[in-house]
């Protein structure tokens, strides 16, 4: 038996010090487990009078799962040669209403009133704990943080470099198509690479997306066909263990959104589904048409009245518990196991509800599942979306500069505005767009400026064009814009048109902005 410490709580001088000890102090023996002693602080952490704790035996102090492990440890310390100290680290230990919490476990074998036992110190740890996670919570988030960002700086050079490339390709292909003596199978190829063209940029916008970088590029669209077409990958990111039930609204919910974020908001929400079921189970997707009369205030915000689209999202999970509601939107949250996610889906999901003037909401019972509803302002619901003709164009509509670094885009560009009934100037850069300017600038009606280009790039031309034309219409135009870029934007109230764009959209944007 290795030699104990002859320090006996009773004993004046030490009774004294372990007593007024801030900390929880107690001694139990160490073949009964019988409590012997124990200080204020110990009483008031367990919530015993002295008479009840001294009544007790030190595994009562511990849930039922942990008193195995408790005598185990207990009989290697009596074994070892420690020299009587001992530091157990953290364990679980309750309380008289039976609340678990973690202790730091540390003392030192003694022989009490001639028979061995074991003074203990167990502070409650559950700030200490709760401060380090957190710290640990806040470092994992900066590391995701830090990830996300590089992704998104490759995503805007790579989205740069592809969009603009995509931007030429699809000009080219449109005049081929649209040449009244080219064959029919040479239109017909065009065709093909257009349609190629635009799944490659559909590509791209879900990196830019995902890396949350892409401006909203909306467009009229039905909520109904956006919930078919991606009917087959919700099914895919469902699993065979749960089953997809879809139900649309009879009428057209024409809404004027961008479909790629969409298509993103719902996969992200069967994905939650599916992670909220961990099992066989249930997700029904459904479309609806609501009319408010007065507004709807819901736990994420107010709806004006009018009428609105409704995309839901019912799973036949377990529910979301009460105490995780008011988090379920931020960023980073999440429930899921390290590397299972990375707690921005709903965040997205909520942000781009934002940024189409909507709302995403939820409600949930435990036990009985979530359902998230996403609410969208409602264009002409019922009626059939724009046709996709364009009017014909009118002769001799001015002077339109345009300014870009890719020879293919500027080109393209060019070839597409003359039949448009404009005379096309063309810039390789921004200081020849303010040279061209500066000579012409009383018969330009609008620029149309790349936003990133060599010696002046579109926002600072466009600043020193101002200058001489103060007024001047702008169209800006980019694979990828920064949130410098973005915030320009706003505050000059320009247009921007996303690369990569169809002739149509251009000449659509180019005729908005003349008309403000």
């Known amino acids: 038996m290795t030699e104990r410490r002859a320090a006996s709580p009773k004993a004046d001088p030490y009774r004294v010090l372990f007593d007024s000890n801030p900390n929880p102090l107690w001694v139990f023996e160490t073949d009964t487990y019988r409590i012997v002693a124990g200080n204020d602080a110990a009483l008031r952490q367990y919530g015993y009078s002295r008479k009840e704790f001294l009544a007790l035996s030190a595994e009562d102090l511990r849930p039922a799962s942990e008193r195995a492990a408790f005598r185990a440890k207990i009989q290697k310390l009596r074994r070892d040669d420690t020299h009587g100290v001992f530091q157990a680290g953290i364990w679980k230990h309750a309380r008289k209403d039976g609340t678990v919490f973690p202790v730091e476990v540390t003392g030192c074998l003694i022989d009490f009133e001639g028979r061995e036992a074991a003074l203990a110190m167990t502070p409650d740890v559950t700030r200490r704990l709760a401060a380090e996670e957190a710290a640990l919570e806040r470092e994992r988030q900066g590391q995701v943080a830090q990830k996300m960002e590089a992704v998104g700086r490759l995503a805007g050079g790579v989205a740069h470099e592809c969009n603009n490339v995509l931007t030429g390709i699809m000009g080219l292909a449109t005049l081929i198509e649209q040449t009244p003596s080219a064959p029919a199978a040479t239109q017909a190829d065009a065709a093909a690479i257009l349609a190629a063209c635009k799944r490659a940029a559909g590509l791209v916008l879900r990196l830019l997306t995902f890396s949350q970088r892409s401006e909203p590029r909306k467009e009229p669209l039905d909520l109904n066909e956006v919930v078919a077409r991606n009917r087959a990958m919700a099914a895919v990111v469902l699993g065979d263990a749960v089953r997809l039930e879809v139900a649309l609204a009879p009428e057209r919910l024409s809404v004027r959104a961008d479909g790629g974020h969409l298509d993103q908001v719902l996969l992200n929400l069967c994905l939650n589904a599916k992670d909220a079921i961990a099992g066989a189970g249930r997700v029904r997707v459904a479309t609806s048409l609501v009319s408010l009369a007065e507004p709807l205030v819901l736990r994420q915000g107010t709806l004006p009245l009018g009428r609105y689209a409704v995309l839901s999202i019912q799973d036949s999970g377990h529910g979301i ?5 008011d988090r379920v939107f931020d960023p980073f949250f999440t429930t899921r196991p390290p590397g299972r996610g990375t707690g921005l889906g709903l965040s997205v999901a909520y942000a781009v509800a934002r940024d189409h003037g909507g709302v995403i909401d939820f409600e949930s019972e435990p036990g009985r599942g979530a359902t998230f509803r996403l609410y969208l302002p409602c264009e002409d619901c019922g009626a059939a979306l724009p046709s996709p003709a364009g009017r014909a164009p009118s002769a001799a ?37 303010v040279k061209l300017f500066s000579e012409r600038a009383v018969e330009v009606r609008l620029v149309v400026l790349d936003i990133v280009m060599p010696k002046a ?59 403000r």
Do not use: W
């Open 397 to 433: 509509r001015g002077v339109v500069l345009v300014a870009d670094d890719e020879t293919i885009v500027r080109e393209s560009i060019g070839r597409l505005l003359a039949p448009a009934g404009f005379e096309v100037l063309l810039a390789a850069d921004g200081e020849e767009a």
């Open 457 to 515: 790039d579109g926002l600072e031309a466009y600043g020193r064009m101002r200058e001489l034309k103060p007024g001047l219409p702008v169209l800006f135009m980019s694979g990828y814009a920064t949130a410098r870029a973005r915030d320009a934007i706003r505050s000059h109230a320009a247009a921007f048109l996303p690369k990569p764009f169809l002739p149509k959209e251009l000449v659509e944007r180019i005729e908005q902005a003349l008309s």
């Open 321 to 325: 518990p009460q105490e995780h509601r």
